[in-house]
């Protein structure tokens, strides 16, 4: 055997092992993006910290984004309940969360309970939210779900920014706030700090026996590294934790007599409730479900993760956002929407901020028209250097749209099913197929089957 | 499109057929003068009937009589304009489908509503009553899903019988989408028995079926109305079914019954003659 041969074939069988295993399908793709991300911050001539805070961010924003994907799976995916409120979702999970944790004496005051009290609470009541955004809606057509959850969402969004909420009191003399336009700058302090540091709250606390011995092993082994940067990729990587217990839960629901149940409202309702299924329980259970796991996403993502919240954090653009990773993903697919959500986060979210540099870097794009007039008009004289600067400089935002369209336009046109959109993951807690010898063996007396329609 | 022929004095004339067939005893179904307006048009029109217990009744009629509206009415999957429906004596006219089915009344669709991305096998799986796992927490939490893999075990067992019995275990693991028009109806009969009903309302359900499985379903059907005292609605335009199955038969006529009783006298009706039979030579 040649070792081209012999390459080939390592190579089928890679590929064989991707689309058998979920697993190694996602742990490919994340290797992956690690790689490109380590690629880009040596490109830009990153020291170790940089570099280990490169890959802090990759694993933070592919968990939160794969995280809030597979809650919109369930929805949308799953049930075919088309929720674009997402923002609204996540904005109830985080403020309830920041609301119940802040200390009293802050500004805004909150109710400074434990921290674990206000994941929980950010989660009930984004699942509240949701069976009252639900309640009315779902026992009308199914677009008008869309309309008030997007209603939902902004009307949320704006409430959070409203000034006369800032602060104000309970009727029992408690005070609380929302801090209006501002936000909340007083969420706890991401909970693995507490692995590291004595006191939570302050890295200047000192740390605590195993944060020494974590912060001495990257002494050892890279020299002096940051410890914050290590904080936030401990971080990343409690978040991947959380996602695979999602991802366990969602698939446990998809395989059982409920996700089937989800699967054929999904599919033609009338039949679903002509089989004697209450679709409506099932949908308002299915809701709340997504929505608590979105007020999750929320905490995990704008809590503790940005150390701040506030309104604008919370446009319906962000919903646009987790549309599109589902659509890559794939819609009805857990292990879709994980990739979906990597691709995004990845591709779309990261790769946008870092490329201007990049380009800058290698190019040495000095030019930095103000106006598009000055950034065409070279064009003329050969110059197209001032077109790009004006694009990288003035318009980065506006390069992640394009990206997203571009991508958009191909997947439409050569995947519309997205990457994983195409598997059918069977609803059941067994596996189905097994049943036919078993149906045989016991030979059931009512078939009398002319032959020959066999399996083989 | 609908005879001309219509006579005045009609209804009339089946209330006192359904007086006449009064045993004094509830009947599964009851519908007294069933009423259901589309806009302008009146699709059943004072409908009243009954179908006698463990009975293989037949409801027959020209097209757009108003048959299917009236299976809609019944099983809620339309809100009735007027009238009552009573299933083993509870009035369930305007009740939620998925109400009707738990009581035991399942119907099929004249033009198959098949659950086109899901499997053969999951169309099947979905159609069992009152399924532990359907329950969220007993799908999620471990304590509970032994019980629910068990019962999926069981379900899956009968599933498997079901299919091969209608001769379509072969497309088992194929989306139902890509079943041909014969084979989905096949799946939505198997589908409708597989709810344990104790009244399954059929419509067209051997259209497109070849004639050695009809034999065979409507012996299968003869089968559970003697051992499980199931009863049946049937809609057939086919008269060599009707006639040598059905009995009583119903005729609907612009939304209303025209006529009842054995197919001997339905056959030589001579309000039936004009409005059907005329039509169909
Ligand atoms: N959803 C609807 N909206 C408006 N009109 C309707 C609707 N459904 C049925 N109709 C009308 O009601 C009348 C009765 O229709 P129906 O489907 O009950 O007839 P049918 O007896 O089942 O006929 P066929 O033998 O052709 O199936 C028809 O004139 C039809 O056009
Ligand atoms: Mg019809």
């Not at chain 1, 809650?71 to 920041?98: C, K, P």
């Not at chain 1, 033609?268 to 209450?278: H, M, N, P, Q, T």
């Not at chain 2, 079943?179 to 497109?208: V, W």
Request: with cysteine.
């Amino acid at each position: 055997m040649s070792s081209d041969q012999f390459q080939t074939g390592r190579l089928t069988q890679f590929r064989e092992l991707l689309e058998r295993s979920d697993a190694a399908l996602v742990l490919t793709a994340m290797a992956a993006f690690y790689l490109l991300f380590l690629g880009i911050g040596a490109i830009l001539n990153y020291d170790v910290a940089g570099l280990i805070s490169i890959l802090g961010q990759v694993t933070f924003f592919t968990a939160v984004y794969a995280l809030i994907v597979l809650a919109l799976n369930l929805h949308w995916g799953y049930a075919g309940l088309f929720n674009i409120g997402i923002a609204g979702f996540m904005a109830v999970g985080v403020y309830t969360m920041a609301m119940l944790t802040a200390p009293p004496t802050g500004s805004p005051p909150g109710l400074g309970l434990p921290v674990a009290v206000g994941i929980v609470g950010g989660m009930l009541a984004a699942a509240l939210v949701g069976l009252v955004t639900a309640l009315p809606a779902l026992r009308l057509r199914a677009d008008y779900l869309a309309i008030v959850t997007v209603a939902i969402s902004e009307i949320i969004r704006l409430t959070y920014n409203s000034p006369a909420f800032s602060t104000f009191t309970l009727p029992g003399g408690i005070a609380l706030g929302t801090g209006g336009a501002s936000g909340i700058g007083t969420v706890p302090s991401n909970p693995v700090q507490a692995i590291y540091y004595v006191d939570p709250s302050s890295a200047a606390s000192g740390t605590t026996p195993i944060g020494a011995a974590i912060f001495g092993f990257f002494e050892a082994v890279f020299g002096v590294v940051r410890s914050a940067v290590i904080v936030d990729l401990t971080y990343g990587l409690v978040l991947a934790v959380v996602v695979f217990l999602v991802y366990t839960l969602l698939a446990r629901v998809g395989n059982s007599p409920f996700g089937r149940v989800l699967k054929a409202i999904r599919e033609d309702e009338v039949v679903a409730k002509s089989l004697g299924k209450d679709t409506n329980r099932f949908k308002i259970k299915t809701f709340m479900l997504g929505c608590a796991l979105m007020g999750l996403a929320g905490v995990l993502w704008q809590g503790f993760g940005t150390g701040a919240v506030y309104p604008q954090a919370f446009r319906p653009e962000l919903t646009f956002y987790i549309f599109i990773a589902v659509i890559i993903g794939g819609a009805g697919s857990n292990t879709g929407s994980v990739l979906g959500g990597a691709v995004f986060a990845n591709l779309l979210f990261l790769l946008p901020q870092y490329l201007p540099n990049i380009i800058e870097q290698t190019f040495s794009i000095q030019a930095d028209p103000n106006n598009f007039i000055a950034a065409v008009g070279p064009i003329a004289a050969g110059e197209i250097a001032p077109l790009l600067g004006y694009i990288l400089n003035q318009r980065l935002p506006a390069l992640r749209f394009v990206f997203v369209g571009v991508l958009l336009v191909y997947l439409m046109q050569n995947r519309p099913e997205g990457l994983l959109g195409h598997r059918t993951e069977t609803a059941a807690a067994v596996n189905l197929s097994e049943g036919h010898t078993a149906a045989e063996q016991t030979g059931s007396d009512l078939t009398a089957p002319e032959g020959g329609v066999d399996d083989e | 499109m609908s005879s001309e022929s219509a006579v005045d004095g009609v209804g009339e004339d089946s209330a006192a057929i359904n007086a006449a067939g009064d045993s004094g005893e509830e009947p599964p179904l009851r519908v007294e003068n069933l009423r259901k307006e589309f806009g302008g048009i009146t699709a059943v029109d004072g409908a009243s009937f009954e179908v006698a217990d463990g009975s293989l009744t037949g409801l027959i009629g020209p097209n757009g009589a108003g048959k299917s509206t009236t299976f809609n009415c019944i099983t809620g999957v339309q809100e009735p304009t007027g009238g009552a429906v009573y299933f083993n004596g509870s009035d369930i006219a305007g009740r939620a489908p998925n109400a009707i089915v738990n009581r035991g009344l399942v119907r099929t669709f004249q033009i198959a509503r098949e659950l086109a991305e899901m499997t053969v096998l999951e169309n099947l799986m979905l159609a069992p009553q009152r399924q532990q796992g359907e329950a969220l927490y007993r799908s999620v939490l471990p304590p509970f899903r032994d019980g629910v893999i068990e019962e999926e075990t069981e379900l899956r067992e009968a599933v498997w019988e079901s299919l091969e019995f209608f001769e379509i275990d072969h497309l088992a693991e194929e989306q139902a989408g890509n079943l041909s028009g014969g084979q989905r109806k096949l799946l939505e009969l198997a589908r409708a028995l597989m709810t344990d009903p104790d009244m399954l309302l059929l419509d067209e359900p051997f259209a497109g079926v070849n004639p050695t499985l009809e034999a065979k379903l409507l012996d299968r059907i003869n089968q559970l109305r003697a051992e499980e005292g199931l009863t049946f609605l049937l809609v057939e335009h086919d008269m060599d079914i009707i006639m040598e199955h059905c009995d009583p038969v119903i005729v609907m006529h612009q939304g209303h019954v025209l006529a009842e009783g054995r197919p001997g006298e339905i056959r030589n009706n001579e309000r039936v003659v004009d409005a059907y039979f005329g039509e169909q030579r």
